[in-house]
């Protein structure tokens, strides 16, 4: 009637398909308190919960230190070229020129978007993993990647006021198991909001017994929980079985991340090239296909991937800013520029998109356009990317002559972010042009043990101890710049002058 409330289980029902989730639980929670047995608001107060804290698991995830350094998945020690992730890029013979694109500081060739996975670095050694920088714009790995699950899993206990919504330890999960609707709830409560994988592992299980093998959904579920737990043997002969019994692209991603893992990338094509013959055309298996060429350094490959999630899906912002990159760096600063000026559109505004977006106008002769888009980079910018924007104004400050303004600008890059190789290689350029010798060389050796993958520190020092008359020092600097990027022409003329002294003496 007029004067009637609206019942709270179908106001419970509207907020959460308005998304609203902690109204939904509130009123969850009062129904409960006047009826614990209430199977429908306890199935909407799960799944409310849920929603929450629900990750997507077909993203790759961060590598921990312990995963990347003592992971016992890979394969081959020595893999051949062009058929591991883990295997340096500057060997591929279809490798992009450092010269050309620089790398990031895992030894990759920058990407034009910042995802999951692009910025763990692959250290050899625990020390070398230890010791690179730990901020969220280098490529040091978490200490391990279980952590955020934890984190996760302990936060959501604080949701409730009396404690946990559920018990485990007085839970039957046989009973559950047989009823499909509030199992699947159940297991996902347990997966995503408690972060309790063995409990959801037993019901997965259990449920899989109950329906006699025969339903994907729970073996999908059963690989997702083998893939937390580090089984990734196990989870891969889930998510096959899954396949084998009705084919989804969540299940085909799910399996090309257990291949990834395992370092297989070559699997992880075939199986998304399967996916796609399924699936015709779409965009989460092309993007999964472009990153792996992009991981293996076939950069013309990954384009043309790229540039098929766009026949599909014209606003995918990955697809755009990875254009985008790969036409900056092949000298097309032109349509670079109309890609990111697409993604502006898209309602994208951060600092980076500015920052782009500078240089690409920099580099078109766009000058008035290049310093509006700076202003706005630095406005916009945080600590962690404050570092970047001004070591970008120090090469456009470079570009117009103005060494003075790069001087300070390379001050201001170290000011933000002490361990920037790059920005310690140009001041160490600039020292020596003013005539600082000692402070140069001492610029370039912060450059090069900071980032022992760019050979621009090594060959500045083998230079710059040339010229100074120590040609021994010269001698071990480029012989390291060769090791690190072999086709630098430049080396190569250092050390046959060198050689030519030596043979002399």
């Not at 920058?110 to 230890?130: H, W």
């Not at 060769?482 to 190569?492: G, I």
């Amino acid at each position: 009637g007029s004067g009637g409330r609206m019942d709270p289980l179908f106001m419970a029902t509207s907020l959460f398909r308005r998304r609203r989730f902690e109204d939904c639980v509130t009123i969850c929670t009062d129904i409960l308190k006047k009826n614990p047995l209430d199977q429908t608001a306890w199935f909407l107060k799960a799944r409310a919960l849920t929603e929450q804290t629900y990750v997507d698991e077909t993203e790759m995830e961060e590598e921990g230190i312990a995963e990347l350094v003592m992971g016992d998945t890979g394969i081959a020690d020595v893999a051949r070229p062009g058929t591991s992730l883990k295997r340096p890029p500057g060997t591929s013979s279809r490798a992009t020129s450092q010269g050309v694109r620089p790398l990031s500081q895992s030894g990759r060739p920058l990407s034009g978007f910042v995802r999951p996975g692009t910025q763990s670095a692959r250290p050899k050694t625990m020390e070398q993993a230890i010791m690179a920088p730990r901020t969220a714009s280098t490529a040091r790995p978490v200490t391990s990647s279980s952590g955020r699950y934890v984190r996760l899993g302990t936060a959501s206990m604080l949701t409730e006021v009396d404690g946990p919504f559920i018990d485990m330890s007085k839970m039957d999960l046989s009973k559950y198991a047989k009823r499909p609707t509030l199992a699947k709830a159940l297991f996902e409560y347990l997966f995503y909001h408690e972060n309790n994988v063995r409990s959801a592992l037993e019901l997965a299980s259990l449920a899989t017994e109950a329906c006699e093998f025969e339903d994907w959904w729970w073996k999908t579920q059963l690989g997702k929980c083998y893939y937390r737990l580090g089984l990734y043997r196990d989870a891969e002969a889930q998510f096959r079985s899954a396949l084998k019994q009705f084919q989804t692209i969540d299940t085909y991603l799910l399996l090309g991340k257990v291949c990834i893992k395992i370092d297989q990338p070559l699997g992880a094509l075939d199986l998304y090239a399967e996916g796609l013959r399924k699936f015709p055309n779409d965009t989460s298996l092309l993007t999964g296909i472009a990153r792996i060429h992009e991981g293996l350094n076939d950069l013309d490959k990954a384009l043309v991937f790229y540039r098929d999630v766009l026949k599909s899906n014209s606003i995918n912002v990955e697809a755009i800013a990875c254009i985008a990159t790969h036409h900056f760096y092949n000298d097309q600063p032109e349509i670079a520029l109309r890609f990111y000026r697409r993604l502006l559109q898209l309602g994208v505004c951060n600092a980076e998109l500015y920052a782009n977006l500078g240089l690409s106008c920099f580099y078109a002769q766009q000058y008035d356009m290049a310093l509006n888009c700076f202003n706005k980079a630095l406005a916009l910018a945080s600590d962690e990317n404050a570092a970047d924007i001004w070591y970008n104004i120090g090469h456009v400050a470079l570009g117009i002559g103005d060494s003075k303004l790069a001087y300070y600008a390379f001050k201001l890059t170290l000011a933000c972010n002490s361990d920037h190789a790059e920005a310690y290689n140009n001041l160490g350029v600039l020292e020596w042009r003013r005539g600082h010798g000692e402070q140069a060389l001492a610029c370039f050796r912060s450059s090069a043990q900071l980032a022992p993958h760019l050979y621009e520190p090594h060959y500045n020092m083998a230079t710059a101890s040339e010229k100074i008359g120590n040609l021994h020092d010269s001698y071990h600097y480029a012989k390291k710049s060769a090791e690190v990027f072999p086709d630098h022409l430049d080396t190569a003329e250092l050390l046959k002058q060198l050689k030519q002294h030596f043979a002399a003496l």
